[in-house]
């Protein structure tokens, strides 16, 4: 991705000289995102183009320079099928990382795919192979975790993750996910396992409402179909009158902020995770939504190592979550154009891609 809204261009790089503690590895899968979309369309700053993207993915280890441990404690070899936490170079020094313990936002930190430049190597997926450079954190995908449902959580799995882990989720709690992307969709899944009931899912199209079913959603809200005033009474109907003891936004719409702060309930909470872009502001009443609620609001950004250690232990004890099916059709690396098209116009949730296809 040479530049914002230029087509893709196919490039061959030298293949990487290993330092010690590097490996290369031959890409199997990868994923075109949300991210890439706004990637493509300048929406994030400090991008240094030209970029690969694909910031999850998986692959076999072609080759590792001398003894590397991988983040799950296991050897890395060469024929390893394995997996990588995309965000490196976090410090452990600044004040974020130790201060106020807020590694997401250190600013040394760089992620594959996102703001790593093409100029200095193979950092992204999009790619027939990814250079890992010593210490990123490596991890084998267990033998019973599928490539399909690795990438098909993906990054949106990471996500969702923190999210969980922020929002507190408890057995019982009603929970609403205001969006049914790629992170919405796995935050469904993950509020399922923590034992909340009802999940109530609020987006569109409708095919990624069958999605949310898939996922674990007890109450569908068509965005589309549904009024504002419509789906709060709705939600209310399902939570005693009161509104949800927690509700996560990961919608990335200013209006879903205004409606979110309405659906929690008295004394509840507000996990903010979509607004990865700036889309303008939200119009709030602070006496009425926030202060006289005695809400709590929490925002969420990134993820961390143990997020990824713990998506793979989600996925290896969960095989009936469909995690594959939020990934779409794979293309192939000269078909990248039209999956960026695809997933632009949220004709679907994620693309794969097989740059050996
Ligand atoms: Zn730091
Ligand atoms: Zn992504």
Known sequence: MTAPRQPIELREFPRPDLPEGAVLLKTSLSEVCGTDVHLWHGRLAGVPYPIIPGHVSAGVVDAARGAVTGIDG????????????????TCGRCRACTVHRTPTRCSSRRVYGITDSANEGLFGGWAQAIYLEPGVAIARLPEAVSLDDYIGGGCGLLTAVHIAERAEIRLGDSVVVQGAGAVGLSAIALARIAGA?????????????????????????????????????????????????????????????????????VGGRYVIAGHYTDVGDSSINAHQQINRKHLEIRGCWGSEARHFLRALSILERHPSIPFRSIGGRRYALHQLNDALGDAEAMRIPKALVDPWQ
């Open 74 to 89: 296991s050897q890395v070899r060469e024929g390893d099928r394995v997996v990588f936490f995309d965000v490196h170079r």
């Open 197 to 265: 009931s009802p999940i109530i899912a609020i987006g569109a199209p409708a095919s990624r409402l069958a999605l949310a079913r898939g996922m674990g959603a007890d109450v569908i809200l068509d965005l589309a179909a549904t009024t504002n005033g419509e789906r709060r009474q709705l939600v209310f109907e399902a939570t005693h009158g009161e509104g949800a003891d927690v509700v996560i936004e990961a919608a990335g719409s200013a209006a879903a902020i205004p409606e979110g702060l309405d659906l929690a309930r």
